[in-house]
C-alpha cells in the first residue's frame, strides 16, 4: 500500500530557513537530514517559500551590443553547421561518384585508378 506523506507549512517554511542560513550546504543534504524521500519535494518548496537563490540559477547580465553580438555568432554558428553538413554530402557523392569511374573502367582499386588518371579530367 503506498503512503502519502504530508509535511506543514510550518515545516516546509523550516526547512527552507535552516537552508537559507547555510545549515545545509545543498538542497540534497537538507532532504537527507529530514528523511524527506521524494527527489524534488525541497525543490518545490524552495520555488515556492524561499528566495530561489538556492536553486543554483545562472544570471548573465549583457548590454544591448553583447546580445546581438551573441545573436549574430549563434546565427553563424548554424549556417556553418549546415555548409558542413553540406560538404560532408557533396564528399560522399564524390567518393560514390569515384567509385562509379572505377568500376565503368574496369579497375576495382580506387586508389589505382586515382594515381593512374591523376591530374586529367
Same mark, same amino acid.
Not at 530557513?17 to 527527489?39: N, P, V
Not at 553583447?66 to 546565427?75: C, D, F, G, H, P
Not at 558542413?84 to 565503368?104: E, G, M, N, P, T
Given at each position: 500500500?503506498?503512503?502519502?506523506?504530508?509535511?506543514?507549512?510550518?515545516?516546509?517554511?523550516?526547512?527552507?530557513?535552516?537552508?537559507?542560513?547555510?545549515?545545509?550546504?545543498?538542497?540534497?543534504?537538507?532532504?537527507?537530514?529530514?528523511?524527506?524521500?521524494?527527489?524534488?519535494?525541497?525543490?518545490?518548496?524552495?520555488?515556492?517559500?524561499?528566495?530561489?537563490?538556492?536553486?543554483?540559477?545562472?544570471?548573465?547580465?549583457?548590454?544591448?551590443?553583447?546580445?546581438?553580438?551573441?545573436?549574430? /555568432? &549563434?546565427?553563424?554558428?548554424?549556417? !556553418? @553547421?549546415? $555548409?558542413?553538413?553540406? *560538404?560532408?554530402?557533396? /564528399? &560522399?557523392?564524390?567518393?560514390?561518384? !569515384? @567509385?562509379? $569511374?572505377?568500376?565503368? *573502367?574496369?579497375?576495382?582499386?580506387?586508389?589505382?585508378?586515382?594515381?593512374?588518371?591523376?591530374?586529367?579530367?
Amino acid at each position: 500500500m503506498l503512503s502519502v506523506i504530508r509535511y506543514s507549512e510550518a515545516f516546509k517554511l523550516q526547512v527552507i530557513r535552516e537552508l537559507e542560513a547555510g545549515r545545509f550546504t545543498s538542497i540534497r543534504e537538507a532532504s537527507r537530514a529530514y528523511g524527506i524521500k521524494g527527489a524534488e519535494t525541497v525543490v518545490k518548496w524552495v520555488r515556492r517559500y524561499g528566495k530561489n537563490h538556492l536553486l543554483g540559477k545562472v544570471i548573465v547580465v549583457m548590454k544591448a551590443n553583447e546580445q546581438t553580438e551573441v545573436q549574430a /555568432l &549563434r546565427k553563424q554558428v548554424r549556417e !556553418l @553547421k549546415a $555548409a558542413l553538413v553540406d *560538404a560532408h554530402l557533396d /564528399l &560522399r557523392l564524390d567518393a560514390a561518384y !569515384l @567509385k562509379i $569511374a572505377c568500376r565503368r *573502367a574496369g579497375e576495382e582499386d580506387v586508389e589505382a585508378f586515382k594515381k593512374k588518371h591523376a591530374g586529367k579530367l
